[in-house]
T-cell receptor, first 111, second 115 residues
Framework: DQQVKQNSPSLSVQEGRISILNCDYTNSMFDYFLWYKKYPAEGPTFLISISSIKDKNEDGRFTVFLNKSAKHLSLHIVPSQPGDSAVYFCAAIAGSEKLVFGKGTKLTVNP | DTGVSQDPRHKITKRGQNVTFRCDPISEHNRLYWYRQTLGQGPEFLTYFQNEAQLEKSRLLSDRFSAERPKGSFSTLEIQRTEQGDSAMYLC?????????????FGSGTRLTVV
């Protein structure tokens, strides 16, 4: 059972435009949601998070939106840069130390 | 802060052989985690340690898998009688007290190929 779902395996955007990565979840007990970025041959790197009591968190070019009623979150990157090209993982946590990851979305930002 | 170090980076082994991976966490990080990532999937939790105590194990960690963290410093993950389905990237992460998942730092992983 996939508790965290990223239904788009890939996304391609032009440099300077907005990238929107989506994530759906099924477990209503999740209390934090996180986005990780992964380059090839490296481990995932923490990018941004949001508590389940918030609906938006912003950090520079990155904003995460949470819609609890729809069990949906999204990561917005504005403006997108070629260096943002990577695999982005959505993850969630429910009162423990265990992160539950989605399958990832490969973002390509074209110059 | 030299990051989380994993060794080896790559391992090719024949089916049925035993393999052992090592993870050196960031010093003073008392929590250490192992995850496994197979092709096309996100990382999946295997187990975690607080100091030397193994506090949680996933059902993915069959009896062929064993993890240790003697003295609460480095950790080893051993797979006995490897199978082709064990082929994956094995990721280690560590965090320090009070930071929880915010302080999670992943290593670059050990890629295991079972032939």
């Amino acid at each position: 059972d996939q508790q965290v779902k990223q239904n788009s395996p890939s996304l391609s955007v032009q440099e300077g435009r907005i990238s929107i990565l989506n994530c759906d979840y099924t477990n209503s007990m999740f209390d934090y949601f996180l986005w990780y970025k992964k380059y090839p041959a490296e481990g995932p790197t923490f990018l941004i998070s949001i508590s389940s009591i918030k609906d938006k968190n912003e950090d520079g070019r990155f904003t995460v939106f949470l819609n609890k009623s729809a069990k949906h979150l999204s990561l917005h990157i504005v403006p997108s840069q070629p260096g943002d090209s990577a695999v982005y993982f959505c993850a969630a946590i429910a009162g423990s130390e265990k992160l539950v990851f989605g399958k990832g979305t490969k973002l390509t930002v074209n110059p | 802060d030299t990051g989380v170090s994993q060794d080896p980076r790559h391992k090719i082994t024949k089916r049925g052989q035993n393999v052992t991976f090592r993870c050196d966490p960031i010093s003073e990080h008392n929590r250490l985690y192992w995850y496994r990532q197979t092709l096309g999937q996100g990382p999946e939790f295997l187990t975690y340690f607080q100091n030397e105590a193994q506090l949680e194990k996933s059902r993915l960690l069959s009896d062929r898998f064993s993890a240790e963290r003697p003295k609460g410093s480095f950790s080893t993950l051993e797979i006995q009688r490897t199978e082709q389905g064990d082929s994956a990237m094995y990721l280690c992460a560590s965090s320090r007290p009070g930071t929880g998942f915010y302080g999670y730092t992943f290593g670059s992983g050990t890629r295991l190929t079972v032939v």
